[in-house]
C-alpha cells in the first residue's frame, strides 16, 4: 500500500487535505494509538483506523485495501456524523455559500475572501464549506488573472490603464491572499512606466522588478523580457 495506493495521486490529494496521518509500529503503540487500534476489527496487516481529532474511533480495516476499497473508505470516513458540521451550522453555512456566490458573480472578491474566513470557523467537513473554498479558489484566480491582464497592458506601453486595474484591485483585496501580489503589480506598473520615460535607467527598474514583485510572476516575466531585448 505504502508503494501502490497511498502515493497514488487521487488518494494522496484527499490524504494531505483532509487527513492528519499517522503511522504507527504495531509492536509498540503509545496509549492513545494502542486504544484506537484495538477498536479496528481483524489480524491482518496493516491496520488502517479513523478517529475524530479528540480520539473518538469511527472505523477501521485489516489488511491490504486497493485504490479503489481505500478511497471508498476515506470517502465513507468523510461522510461520518462525528466529523460533519451540526445540522443548524451547515444551514448557516449554506446561506454564507448562496451569498458568497452571488458576490463572486458581481465581482466583490472581498466578499468571497470574508464568506471564506467564516466558513473556516466553521469546525467539521461541510458540502457548503466544501462550495466556499471552490469560490475563494475561484476569487484568487480572478485576481491573478486581473494582475495579468494589467501586465499585458504595461507590454503595450498603456500603464494608466494597468494602473486602474491594480489600484482597484489592490483596495479590493486589502486583508487576502492576494494583498500582496496586488501591491507587488502596482509596483511593478510604477517601474514599467518609470523604465518607458526614461531609458536610461530601464534596466536598473526592471532589475529591480525582477527583485522586488516575485508576487507577481507576470511582471517578473515581462521584465526579465526587456532585460533580454
Do not use: H, W
Amino acid at each position: 500500500m505504502e508503494s501502490r495506493v497511498l502515493p497514488a495521486a487521487e488518494i494522496n490529494a484527499i490524504l494531505s487535505s483532509k487527513f492528519i496521518c499517522v503511522k504507527v509500529n504495531i509492536d509498540s503503540p503509545d496509549g492513545n494509538s494502542q486504544k484506537i487500534l484495538s477498536q479496528v476489527q481483524g489480524n491482518i496487516l496493516p491496520f488502517f483506523a479513523y478517529a475524530t481529532p479528540d480520539g473518538k474511533f469511527i472505523s477501521g480495516t485489516s489488511g491490504f485495501r486497493d485504490e479503489a476499497k481505500f478511497k471508498a473508505d476515506l470517502d465513507a470516513v468523510l461522510k461520518n456524523p462525528l466529523l460533519r458540521v451540526p445540522p443548524d451550522v451547515e444551514k448557516k453555512l449554506a446561506k454564507v455559500a448562496e451569498q458568497a456566490a452571488k458576490d463572486f458573480d458581481a465581482g466583490k472578491i472581498a466578499a468571497v475572501f470574508k464568506a471564506a474566513k467564516t466558513a473556516e470557523t466553521a469546525r467539521g467537513f461541510s458540502d457548503s464549506k466544501d462550495k466556499i473554498e471552490e469560490l475563494r479558489g475561484k476569487a484568487v484566480e480572478s485576481g491573478q488573472a486581473k494582475i495579468k491582464e494589467a501586465a499585458d497592458l504595461c507590454k503595450d506601453a498603456k500603464f494608466d490603464e494597468a494602473a486602474g486595474i491594480v489600484s482597484a484591485l489592490s483596495k479590493e483585496v486589502k486583508g487576502t491572499e492576494l494583498e500582496k501580489p496586488a501591491a507587488a503589480a502596482t509596483k511593478g506598473v510604477d517601474r514599467l512606466k518609470g523604465a518607458a520615460k526614461d531609458p536610461s535607467s530601464a534596466k536598473r527598474l526592471c532589475e529591480l522588478i525582477v527583485k522586488e514583485c516575485k508576487d507577481a510572476p507576470a511582471f517578473v516575466e515581462l521584465a526579465e523580457a526587456k532585460l533580454k531585448e
